[in-house]
T-cell receptor, first 115, second 112 residues
Framework: AQSVTQLGSHVSVSEGALVLLRCNYSSSVPPYLFWYVQYPNQGLQLLLKYTSAATLVKGINGFEAEFKKSETSFHLTKPSAHMSDAAEYFCAVSQSGAGSYQLTFGKGTKLSVIP | DSGVTQTPKHLITATGQRVTLRCSPRSGDLSVYWYQQSLDQGLQFLIQYYNGEERAKGNILERFSAQQFPDLHSELNLSSLELGDSALYFC???????????FGPGTRLTVL
């Protein structure tokens, strides 16, 4: 079975500071990995995805993530936080199982940006 | 805007009742997934349909059922509702089985 652990349910950073949101996964086969963002009262928006191509993945809004197989990690980073980045972020893993690619999500990390 | 639509946006009902949530996938997407988001359980996969056929089941209660119609829209039916069923229900669609999923805005269900 696959699982995702997000360290830190709440992270606060100052505007302009580095954003680092941690995600570790467990999967018995090579996984597909995703980061989604959820703004208040909205659905989930895909930030970026890893599907076994380049290990450093660039996404939207200046975010990127690095797949590290040895550490089973897929941490999300952004060099400089902006007020508009305040939202909840979810790491998710999927793997093929009988032709389905359902997502298993972490519990989410709420990012606050302090002006 | 992801292109996935869900109706209604909000639903308030009483225990024991039955409701139907509707999802229209992005144009051309064959796969529809349903997820439940609650404070205690987080985001959980419920069920998936692909081109009208059930493809996978997750943590879906027996009181819940779904179907995908020939025009590819999907409905999630929740019956004998309990207080604990109050949650956000998301639908997501993807073009093929292995493609990324695009999420709708969700239906917020409140059971009183």
């Amino acid at each position: 079975a696959q699982s995702v652990t997000q360290l830190g349910s709440h992270v606060s950073v100052s505007e302009g500071a580095l954003v680092l949101l941690r995600c570790n996964y467990s999967s018995s086969v090579p996984p597909y990995l995703f980061w989604y963002v959820q703004y208040p009262n909205q659905g989930l928006q895909l930030l970026l995805k890893y599907t076994s191509a380049a290990t450093l993945v660039k996404g939207i809004n200046g975010f990127e993530a690095e797949f590290k197989k040895s550490e089973t990690s897929f941490h999300l980073t952004k060099p400089s936080a902006h007020m508009s980045d305040a939202a909840e972020y979810f790491c998710a893993v999927s793997q093929s199982g009988a032709g389905s690619y359902q997502l298993t999500f972490g519990k989410g990390t709420k990012l606050s940006v302090i002006p | 805007d992801s292109g996935v639509t869900q109706t209604p946006k909000h639903l308030i009902t009483a225990t024991g009742q039955r409701v139907t949530l509707r999802c229209s996938p992005r144009s051309g997407d064959l796969s529809v997934y349903w997820y439940q988001q609650s404070l205690d359980q987080g985001l959980q996969f419920l069920i998936q349909y692909y081109n009208g056929e059930e493809r996978a089941k997750g943590n879906i209660l027996e009181r819940f059922s779904a179907q995908q119609f020939p025009d590819l829209h999907s409905e999630l039916n929740l019956s004998s509702l309990e207080l604990g069923d109050s949650a956000l229900y998301f639908c997501a669609s993807s073009a093929r089985l292995h493609n990324e999923q695009f999420f709708g805005p969700g239906t917020r269900l409140t059971v009183l």
